[in-house]
């Protein structure tokens, strides 16, 4: 062997790397990865659909997000592992490349003196294996979970690399990753040095971070979840409060509503409950109101009626006073009729049939009509230059129901005063008698149905309504009636306005 030789060689591993890198080769003996073995029931409550909705997308999240930084993490670890490997061949080769200081030689003369120095001076980190390998036969290793060397197979690839190689091979230590660098010397023997990395030591570090993350964003989840589902109870709280209200509400109990706080959706929801129960408690308190109305006033003229036709007699007169009696009792049960009708309509939308109403021009067309009705002086002492949005039918009928009771409560050749004038709220228009006026202890029940004073002071012809129905008109109009008296100097109804019932002036 002669002395004056080349060193060992080692092929530099610089341009080969780990899985992602270039391989000039790869082990033909790697396992791949194995794939893994792949009747009517009451609907969940808003809280408990809500909740759920929540829990899996987080529990998505949670997931994805463990799985990503295993991913990260195991993706720095073959880096970390690549760097290793290629930091182990790049020491080899400095070791195999030194020159010895005092004589000038190579240090190293042949790859068994390479291999004994190199295994001597270097100690293998976690998960780490060195196998060397003398003209195709195992020579040395280091200590590992599993001897490699067992594997006559795998021995025999490595010997036939003649650049170095990047390659897998599994276990029943699970994956290993090396790097084998074919070492040459002249004359002095063919070697291949091997470093291998058991990944699953490399990985438990990244299995337990994982698992840490898991425990802690687990516990996260956890509170978090039980503090949604105390939120999702606090915010959803209106809607079980709309269903004990509904389930509460009766015919004769409209009284149940909902308290609202905040200004989110869900109160929106709550208000709006309310609003509707209003709505409806208003409609039913209108038909029962009519109802009531109807049987109570209708009953009178049903049982004349029933009483003549009973006692008909075949007597000509006798007959012809019971028909009078008759009519007069059924057009009396038509007006009635007529005037329920209008008072129940009054109360519900659509109602009014708005429109621009000249004030002025409008109290003179009252008096023209007053004065058809009775025959005494009709005075316009005043009228407002003003226009008002009004629905001139219904405020007609409100006025004439004024005038006819200011006139049936005057007496015969004493004037009636109508006028209007204008307010900080909108217009007031008034009617004024000069009657025997009303007692101060029936004025606060005298625009009630059928109310009649203790002075009388009801039409005798009419069903009682007339006044009612003035002040349903009036309300409609989002104004209102009041009236002035004292006995022995007349009354005084007025009608209070807004310029347009829908303004604010209401």
Known sequence: MSTTSSPPTVDAPDAVGPAGLDRPQRDASTNGATAAGSGHRRPPSARRRILGWYIGIMALVLAAGLAVQYLVMATQVEREVAADLRQEAEELRSLAEAVDPVTGEPAGRDVVQVFDAFLAQNIPGPGEMMFTLVGGSPYKSTVGPVQLFDDDDLVAIWAGFSEPAWGETSTEAGRVRYLAVPIRAEGQGVGTFVVAMFMAERLEGVGNAVR????????????????????????LRPIRYVTEAARSITETNWHRRIDVVGDEEVAELARTFNAMLDRLED?????????????????????????HLELWSTDPAEATEARAVIDDELARMARMVDELLLLAKAEHPG?????????????????????????????VVEAARIVVIAD??????????????????????????????????GVRIWVRDHGPGIEPGDLSQIFERFSRGRSGRRNARGAGLGLAIVAAISAAHHGRVDVTSAPAEGSTFSIHLPLDPDGSGS
Request: no cysteine; glycine share 8%; net charge negative.
């Open 392 to 425: 001139r039918q219904q405020l007609t009928q409100a006025l004439m129901n004024l005038a006819t009771n200011a006139a049936e409560h005057t007496p015969a050749g004493m004037p009636v005063e109508i006028g209007s004038a204008a307010t900080e709220e």
């Open 351 to 379: 109602f009014l049939d708005l429109q621009p109403v000249d004030v002025a021009a409008f109290i003179e067309e009252i008096a023209a009509k007053a004065r058809v009705l009775d025959d005494r002086p009709w005075k």
């Open 212 to 235: 840490v993350g898991a425990l802690v964003f687990g516990s996260a989840f956890l509170v978090a979840s039980a503090t949604a589902w105390l939120g999702a109870g606090r915010v």
């Open 283 to 307: 409609a039913f308190a209108v038909q029962r109101r009519f109802i009531d109305d109807a049987g109570h006033e209708l009953r009178t003229p049903i049982t004349i009626i029933r009483g």
